[in-house]
T-cell receptor, first 115, second 116 residues
Framework: EAGVAQSPRYKIIEKRQSVAFWCNPISGHATLYWYQQILGQGPKLLIQFQNNGVVDDSQLPKDRFSAERLKGVDSTLKIQPAKLEDSAVYLC?????????????FGPGTRLTVL | AQSVTQLDSHVSVSEGTPVLLRCNYSSSYSPSLFWYVQHPNKGLQLLLKYTSAATLVKGINGFEAEFKKSETSFHLTKPSAHMSDAAEYFCVVSSISSGSARQLTFGSGTQLTVLP
């Protein structure tokens, strides 16, 4: 079974530029998550999708961050314009509804450096 | 609100000696608790999970954790460290967000170093 795919793996941009990350979850997983992991910290949830609907985006900085999952499968996360403090690893995870304590499976992440 | 506190940001052990990574949690109801491991440049991997069954939980690679409600703790242990155990470890608490979908709250992580 293929895991969660993310691209690109690394991205370096200058502040005020735009950037987009892509995630393809495990086939059949209805729930998709985007996390931000700043160096030295644990991952923090940015947004959670259930199929193509948003369940929780309370911690997403909506003035500069946006995310979509139009067909309920893959997803993109965009930052426009980027700030220095956005430098982090962006993790995508997915889970199924098959079990009560559904495990989240994580992708390798995209490391973003904002100069 | 739920939270986890990892009491040590760095732990260093010699190969072959026991590992103890400490975690305390705060939850308004009976929690689900997890330990994840993150190796450099790799995705997070689930080590083990506690979901209100047995309080002593066994995971992969010889790790185990014990849920102690009276102490609100979920410490991770391994009898004998291996060089390949060097990684970042995260204690995580789970809560229900909508329907059956769950959200994870991560601790700040413990970096485990294994010395030869």
């Amino acid at each position: 079974e293929a895991g969660v795919a993310q691209s690109p793996r690394y991205k370096i941009i200058e502040k005020r530029q735009s950037v987009a990350f892509w995630c393809n979850p495990i086939s059949g997983h209805a729930t998709l998550y985007w996390y931000q992991q700043i160096l030295g910290q644990g991952p923090k949830l940015l947004i959670q999708f259930q199929n193509n609907g948003v369940v929780d985006d309370s911690q997403l900085p909506k003035d500069r961050f946006s995310a979509e999952r139009l067909k309920g499968v893959d997803s993109t996360l965009k930052i426009q314009p980027a700030k220095l403090e956005d430098s982090a690893v962006y993790l995508c995870a997915s889970s199924s509804e098959g079990t009560k304590y559904n495990e989240q499976f994580f992708g390798p992440g995209t490391r973003l450096t904002v100069l | 609100a739920q939270s986890v506190t990892q009491l040590d940001s760095h732990v260093s052990v010699s190969e072959g000696t026991p590992v103890l990574l400490r975690c305390n949690y705060s939850s308004s109801y009976s929690p689900s608790l997890f330990w994840y491991v993150q190796h450099p440049n790799k995705g997070l991997q689930l080590l083990l999970k506690y979901t209100s069954a047995a309080t002593l939980v066994k995971g992969i690679n010889g790790f185990e954790a014990e849920f102690k409600k009276s102490e609100t703790s979920f410490h991770l242990t391994k009898p004998s460290a291996h060089m390949s155990d060097a990684a970042e470890y995260f204690c995580v608490v789970s809560s229900i967000s909508s329907g059956s979908a769950r959200q994870l709250t991560f601790g700040s992580g413990t970096q485990l170093t294994v010395l030869p």
